[in-house]
């Protein structure tokens, strides 16, 4: 077994539906950006082993502050409010390796 990690980064946004007019990532467009990122990562052959992937995830439970995504394995938290904060997140911290301050949480 090899201590390497199968990903680089392994990205996962928070796809929660809340019933009852509570704050979710679902209604924030989450859809939306987890699909714009996981195109854009393809587009930029930085998908698969080794690189980068791009996963949904159920609560993360920091709704209130969201949409969010976390990056592993850093366990960097983002914010986010459209597909031009998507591409900062990608640009900057999974092709760059630098945090997104504007956007972190």
């Known amino acids: 077994m090899s201590d390497t990690p199968y990903y680089k980064h392994h ?11 509570r704050p ?6 989450a ?9 854009r990562i393809k587009d930029l052959k930085l998908s698969g082993q080794g690189k980068v992937r791009i996963n949904k995830s159920g609560c993360l439970d920091r709704c209130e502050e969201g949409p969010v995504v976390v990056i ?4 960097t938290w983002y ?3 459209d597909k031009h904060d998507i591409d900062d997140i990608i640009d900057q911290h999974l092709v760059g390796g630098q945090v997104v301050e504007r956007l972190k949480i």
Not at 24 to 29: M, Q, R, V
């Open 11 to 21: 990205v996962f946004f928070c796809m929660n539906q809340r019933d009852g007019g």
């Open 24 to 29: 979710c990532c679902h209604d924030s467009g």
């Open 31 to 39: 859809k939306e950006a987890q699909e714009h990122a996981k195109k």
């Open 72 to 75: 592993y394995p850093e366990g």
């Open 79 to 81: 914010t986010y409010v």
